[in-house]
């Protein structure tokens, strides 16, 4: 299959070529290519497939348990299974299921159930996950169950992630936490990211989390303590800090588009990256629904 005669998206610029792709992968870009299917583009704009690092669910269904789909069921595999299949309408190819601060055995399931599905390749790519807790401060969490935060441990993770880092992308941590420089150390040694989120810490803790190793924030500006004119915080600590780049959700009303433009200003577009936050509210119709950890949401 190919497209033709559509603005494609190539190097930030737009291009005037040729795309043939099969249902896996771009088998090859140029000019005067011949396909037995031509889909016509002319007018439109063709990008690359979106790569969403922090997204929870959407279309009534999360990544995780502890929710419900639209039957009133409790949560299972095939919520994994629907919400992959779904993204691509929406441009998403590649997608890291994010997972909130969870019980071990729920971890498990949610991990087991995602490594599954990654492989029937029906859909968006779950490529790698995305841990969101429970390392966090229970203080700076008000929506999650403080029972469900944890101390960072070696012991811990691994049993969490059932001893297999391979696919596992980030975790967030906050560096106040006993025992996480010793955590933070090994996690990073094992090519995992580790994000700072849901934290109390000072500007020089975060200077000092740098140095084991955390490299980026979660949704910056959310989860983080305020800032004040005469407090050495967590959301000054990582703007003056050149190692750590940004996750930041570009939508206009979770984060000021003023905040934004200032974030970037001061440390450059490089250091940022667009997340969703999408939860299982995404894809719905405009209405009234029945949340079932926060209550009626509009």
């Not at 492989?119 to 401060?137: C, L, M, Q």
């Not at 010793?182 to 580790?194: D, F, L, M, N």
Request: some cysteine; overall charge negative.
């Amino acid at each position: 299959m190919m497209i033709r005669n559509a603005n494609v998206f190539i190097n930030n610029q737009f291009e005037k070529v040729d795309v043939r792709f099969d249902e896996q992968a771009i088998l090859e870009i140029g000019t005067d290519l011949t396909d037995e299917q031509v889909i016509d583009g002319s007018g439109m704009y063709l990008y690359p497939g979106f790569v969403d690092t922090h997204m929870h669910g959407g279309f009534r269904h999360n990544f995780f348990p502890h929710a419900y789909d639209e039957t009133g069921q409790f949560w299972n595999e095939e919520d994994v299974r629907l919400i992959l299949k779904k993204l691509p309408e929406y441009g998403v190819t590649s997608v890291m299921p994010t997972l909130n601060s969870l019980s071990i055995p729920d971890s498990q399931r949610a991990v087991r159930a995602i490594r599954k599905i990654r492989k029937e390749k029906a859909g968006s790519d779950p490529f790698k996950i995305h841990f969101e807790g429970p390392y966090i401060n229970p203080a700076r969490s008000a929506s999650i169950d403080p029972s469900l935060c944890a101390l960072p441990t070696q012991e811990h993770t691994l049993e969490m992630v059932d001893h297999d880092l391979s696919d596992i992308g980030i975790i967030c941590l906050a560096p106040e936490l006993p025992n996480a420089k010793e955590w933070c150390e090994w996690i990073t040694g094992q090519g995992v990211h580790v994000e700072f989120g849901y934290t109390l810490c000072s500007a020089d803790q975060v200077n000092e989390c740098s140095k084991w190793g955390a490299d980026t924030t979660t949704h910056f500006f959310n989860g983080f303590e305020a800032m004040h004119q005469r407090k050495e915080g967590c959301i000054v600590g990582c703007l003056l800090n050149e190692k750590i780049t940004h996750q930041i959700t570009c939508d206009g009303m979770v984060v000021s588009p003023s905040w934004i433009r200032l974030a970037i200003k001061l440390k450059g577009i490089d250091h940022f990256y667009g997340m969703t936050d999408l939860v299982h509210f995404h894809g719905l119709k405009e209405g009234e629904y029945e949340n079932d950890h926060f209550g009626p949401v509009i």
